[in-house]
């Protein structure tokens, strides 16, 4: 009895369309090795305006489920469980998705782990049309309705202060994540919308290296990077590209003094 009930509940599961997220992260903890957890996500909704049911006027916005009514970046976050119990555990990713199938899919960046760079997503997409001008390979990228995040290889405060200090200005939208800090991934559910891949994950056995460009790469012959892994998506070095996201941020309105979400 109790294994024809396990049946119809992962029947059940797969039927409603919610196995994308836990396949997402098992993808990610076993075949990358990039350790993740289940972000907050968003409150369930509660009883509408009649306006709304009927169509007219706009829909209240969606909340997050953590205790702060004015949270910025409604369940884009991690909060129970807390960012340190990121993991790359098969089993316990299924217990955490099993219980919250719709709950966002978060990377724990830093350590071995991928960094990332995010920028407001007008800004983000000048900047890969001008990176992609100069033929500069680009890792994965990750996009809402409002930020672009580009995954890059595991850097250091170290060597990020070193790359920052040598710009004019560096925009306060840019924001930088690296050990400590967390990017939400495909196909999580947020409040900003959709959480989608705008460069989806490449294996390094499918692609070939294409030329170096000059124009953002601070003369580093290793600064196109790699994967740390045979089995990881390729990533290039946060130097690659770093140039390209100021200027684009610097040069795209409203991209370059507030921070967008």
Partial sequence: ???????????????????????????????????????????????????????????????????DPDCVVPGAHPFDPGLLAATTDARMLRWWWTNRPDAPLVLATGGRAPCAVSLPAVAGARALAALDHFGVRLGPVVATPTRWSLLVSPYDLAELGELLHSQDWVPSSLRFHGEGGYVVLPPSPVGAGQVRWERPPASPKLSTRPPLSTSFERGDPHAQGGPPSSAAPWLPKVATIVDALVTASTSTPDGGSRLAY
């Fill in 1 to 67: 009895m109790r294994e024809i009930l396990g049946r119809r509940r992962k029947l059940l599961f797969r039927r409603g369309g919610r196995s994308a997220l836990l396949g997402a992260a098992l993808q990610c903890a076993t075949e990358w090795q990039w350790p993740v957890l289940p972000g907050v996500g968003l409150r369930s909704g509660g009883r509408q305006p009649a306006g709304a049911r009927l169509g007219l006027g706009e829909r209240p916005a969606p909340r997050c489920n953590c205790p």
